[in-house]
């Protein structure tokens, strides 16, 4: 197998083990802090494990040295986690999902604004789209018993904490920053403690918060290794079965019918972004032809 259908096959398990994030978020009985504490705290020490028989320490050192922009890092990424699931408890699975599939947008955004790159118009249409894509499962929102507006608004944090943390480290592309995520992850488990009831669900509920944190950490692993084989634009078309494939599971095991403005919405989002990042291969295509 040569590098490319590694990276391709890395990358799909690595898509395929994050589906069920958002399912493990409506199993487990418990209050949106705790869930996100053991999200945290689990996926933080697997991911932990795994960096330590396979490098140990000396990435954690690198990430330390990273500074401003590595801590920068680290605070938003931690962040994502109690901001994921206020999202997905605020507001339909398929509504989180589609809005995370927008994240594109925002990288573009921040790299204009922070790093002086220039938007191609490419992505100023699909931009456009996107926005018109996004303004439809707004106001679908309006009218559903199972979404609303605020976990759209966590939902939209959560795009923009990503890519505001990618675009900081961006200054410090020679240092890898896997290591960062469990330090990310682990810390923010612990600024929730105080207000979190981390034992009560772990009697009956063991399972649901260990296997949350096992594909959680292991999907990281493999997001993190897959792209280094295969260019952005791949990347980004096969993240995009996320927001196919965990909209159908939620409504496959608990029945939660995402609505239908938010089906339409969320097909301009992916259809945008799909069409987008096809137009790129071509190009590229062409160009090493």
Partial sequence: ?????????????????????SLY????????LTIAF?????????????????????????????????????????????????????????????IFASM??????????????????????TMMAVGIGLAIIAYGSGGSEIAHWSGDLMALYVCFAYAAGLTAVRKVKNVSMIPAIPIAYIGMALVLLPVASP??????QWHLLLGHGLFIGVATCLLTLGPRYISTAEVSLLILLESVLAPILVWAVIGEDPGELTLIGGAVVIGALIVSNMILLMRRGKSTA
């Fill in 199 to 204: 034992m009560a669900p772990v009697a009956v």
């Fill in 25 to 32: 978020v409506r199993l487990i009985d418990a209050d949106p």
């Fill in 38 to 98: 053991w999200r945290g705290m689990s996926s933080g020490l697997v991911i932990l494990l795994g960096l330590l028989v396979v490098q140990g320490t000396k990435g954690f050192r690198d990430v330390l040295s990273t500074g401003f922009p590595g801590m920068i890092y680290m605070v938003l990424i931690g962040s994502t986690a109690p901001a994921f699931v206020f999202a997905v408890t605020w507001t339909s699975v398929a509504n989180v999902v589609f």
């Fill in 104 to 125: 594109p947008i925002f990288s573009a955004i921040l790299s204009r604004v922070f790093l002086g790159e220039a938007i191609k118009r490419r992505m100023v249409l």
């Fill in 1 to 21: 197998m040569n590098d490319h259908a590694k990276g391709l096959l890395i990358t799909a398990l690595g898509v395929l083990f994050v589906v069920p994030d």
